[in-house]
């Protein structure tokens, strides 16, 4: 209080000298009397009161810092493409004779056994024709058993000295033309009794039908596709993949996850690889076998491929900010529970742009400054304010 009174007492009010008596005023007892307050006398009590009520805050002796967490994985981590389900045999049935269709027995979708029924075609002309066969096989039985005969007879006047040797050798060569008459009239009706077998067109596997590429009515030629089964057994994973990724596949250890199933993974092996790239997508058909697929696997399913390297080592990623080098080697500050630090030398594998590589030093989950580590004080202790994360 005694600063104050010597503050307001050194203070002159402008123009005193010359003010009337009632604007001049006496400090006494602590307040002016007789007269008013000049207004840069108040402003500087106020000021200094304000000064004098005020308590310094608190500093907090821990430093703020940002830290990245240390989590080790793959240094090639594994690539993925998209695959699709297909089985590994799927062909087209045709029918092995042309014809009307007159019947189609199966839909997209239905499970076919062997031996089945898939279609058929009207074989009216097709009886007609095992019909002539078969009257021909009869004629050529009849020729047959005409030209034996008179191959004996001529045998029989021969040794009478009756006949010449060249008859002989005529009725010879009659029954002998007799003979192959009757082998071709009977492949011939073996052929339309086949050609009529083959007017029904019959699955020659379990599978399942995954297209269909006649309708009844339609007219076929022989050999035209006419439905498409996929055989019931072993699945695989088709994959496009991209020419830098032939020699991962080729090497590498491959496992598939559908899309319906994300909880399991299936293991795949590669079964072919094209030896050319596809000249739209300029990219490479693979195929991997799902040898342990079960019922879940079903044709036509989307998953993901994932193709890892085939030697791969465990390596975790830091910001080049946080490798601190004073001529002793790299090293990072690993921030302790407590906030303390700990300078603690690292095994550099290699270099990114903007991250280090760490091949060992530090352990899994430990918290590393980020950055500021040129001037970090070991002795004090700090304070995590974030963290990145890797």
Known sequence: MTRLSSFVRSIRVPGSGDAPASHKGVFRGGRWRGGFVP?????????????????????????PVL?????????????????????????????????KVARRAVEVGQGVRAGDTLAVLDDVDLKLQAEQAEAELRAATG????????EKRAADLRQQGWSTQVAVDNSRAAA??????????????????????????????????????IEPGQVVAAGQPAIRIARSGEKEAIVAAPEIMLERIRKGEATL????????????????????????????QARFSLPDADNDVQIGMTGTLSVKAAHSDRVARLPLAALFNQNAGPAVYVVKPDGSVALTPVKVK???????????GVNEGDRVIAMGVHSIDPARKVRVVDSLSF
């Open 350 to 360: 290699a270099y990114d742009s903007h991250d280090v590589i760490i091949a060992g």
């Open 257 to 284: 996850t559908l899309w319906a199933r994300p909880d399991k993974t299936f293991k795949a092996s590669l079964r072919e690889l094209s030896p050319s790239a596809d000249t739209v997508t300029r990219t490479y």
């Open 39 to 63: 207004a840069i006398a108040l402003a500087g009590l106020t000021a200094l009161s304000a000064c004098n009520d005020k308590t310094p805050a608190k500093t907090s002796a821990d430093r």
């Open 143 to 150: 020729a047959l058993a005409q030209a034996t005969a008179a």
């Open 176 to 213: 002998e033309e007799a003979r192959g008459r009757i082998a071709r009239a009977g492949r011939a009706v073996e052929l339309t009794r086949n050609s009529i077998s083959y007017a029904r067109l019959k699955a020659d596997a379990d599978g399942v039908v995954t297209a269909t590429l």
């Open 67 to 99: 830290v990245a967490t240390v989590r080790y994985g793959e240094e090639d981590p594994a690539r993925t493409l998209v695959a699709t389900i297909r089985p590994r045999v799927e062909s087209d049935h045709g029918f092995r004779v042309g014809g």
